[in-house]
């Protein structure tokens, strides 16, 4: 089987997707989100990267992100899924003792991740809308600026998300 390669060699937003171990619903609760959403944040500042939308499901995420550097994409995925990692475990066995017993000693998150490299604007809206409609495809909401752990609302409305949403050219 030919290994999936992700080429950061340009300067090109990257839509990625990411999921829980096994696609178990382990975001399914607000504080759940929350550190995943506060992870995306710290780690593109540490990075001085940008996000252009993002979208928390209960068992998996996407996000389009872009960097003013190549070769940043596989640090930041790692980072980010690390550190949310250890948060997520600290919340289950603190707080939702029932997700602890659902992961038992199982990652968090599946080890891989995609990404998909954007490189025109029509490609950048396409993925916006295919990742803003998530929770309507899934059935969790009717419309999708109900949804509140994603970037729609900063674009119908221009209200905070919790992450600065900025475009890339």
């Known amino acids: ?98 997700y602890a017993e659902l992961i038992a000693n199982d990652p968090i998150w599946q080890r891989k991740y995609y990404a998909f490299h954007v490189n025109n604007h029509q490609k950048l809206e396409e993925k916006l809308t295919y990742m803003h409609m998530n929770p309507v495809r899934a059935r969790l909401i009717e419309t999708a600026t109900d949804w509140q752990w994603s970037s729609t609302r900063w674009y119908e409305y221009r209200q905070s998300v919790g992450v600065p949403i900025q475009w890339v050219e």
């Open 1 to 98: 089987m030919a290994k999936h390669r992700i080429y950061d060699d340009q300067l090109f937003a990257h839509f990625v997707t990411f999921s829980c171990f096994h696609r178990r619903r382990l975001l399914d609760h607000d504080r759940a989100k929350k550190i995943v959403l506060g992870g995306l944040n710290s780690q593109l500042i540490r990075q001085n990267g940008r996000c252009v939308g993002y979208v928390i499901m209960p068992d998996h995420v996407h996000s389009v992100v872009w960097f003013p550097e190549t070769k940043q994409l596989s640090h930041f995925m790692k980072q980010w899924k690390q550190r949310t990692s250890v948060e997520l475990r600290k919340l289950f066995e603190t707080r939702l003792t029932r």
